[in-house]
């Protein structure tokens, strides 16, 4: 492994930490701060911190399935893992650590939260929109989901890809 990877490959394990720890803080700090309170209004009518115990998925969908959640973070998170470790160590992959590893943090957070308390602590609530209370590790997945699908469509070939092709030797 060349020394640039090697670099790369630290520098995702001191990301995911940094943004694991962000999104846990920021959870904490919603309990501490507004569970069993009214909603704190940040812009009137845009946006409030609101606690909510999320028991599903995106959106409340699919409520109490905690093992299926697990699996599939699980699933997903030995594929970032490999992909990562399969990439070459060029500069033009670091774009996909950066995504890869903000998909991961944004799982492992999560699944932090089913693991230690049978739920997802969300709090981040538009009211312009009336959209789904959400979290920090949220934001990481759908922002760093989109970014990815436009990198993969735009921005990278088909044979920047070469690397995951399973090779029989």
């Known amino acids: 492994m060349d020394k640039f990877k090697k670099k ?9 930490a940094l943004l694991i720890a962000a999104d846990q803080i920021t959870k904490k700090l919603a309990v501490i701060r507004l569970k069993d309170q009214p909603s704190f209004v940040l812009i009137d ?7 909510l115990e ?6 409340g969908i699919l409520q109490d399935q905690k093992l299926f959640f697990v ?3 699980c699933v997903f998170l030995a594929v970032i893992l490999y992909v990562l470790l399969r990439a070459p160590g060029e500069r033009k992959y670091v774009r996909l650590h950066l995504l890869l590893i903000c998909i991961a943090s944004g799982a492992m957070g999560n699944m932090a939260d089913r ?13 312009l929109i009336d ?4 979290n920090v590790a ?7 989901t989109a970014l990815f699908a436009i990198s993969v469509l735009f921005l990278y070939k088909e ?8 090779k029989r030797d």
């Open 8 to 16: 790369l490959l630290c520098m995702d394990v001191l990301l995911l």
């Open 159 to 166: 044979e920047d890809f070469g690397f995951l092709i399973w």
């Open 71 to 73: 699996v599939i973070a």
């Open 131 to 134: 959209f789904p209370v959400f």
């Open 115 to 127: 693991l230690r308390l049978g739920y997802v602590v969300d709090f981040i609530y538009f009211s």
């Open 45 to 51: 009518g845009i946006l409030e911190l609101s606690y």
């Open 54 to 59: 999320n028991k599903g998925a995106a959106f």
């Open 138 to 144: 949220d934001i990481y997945v759908t922002v760093a």
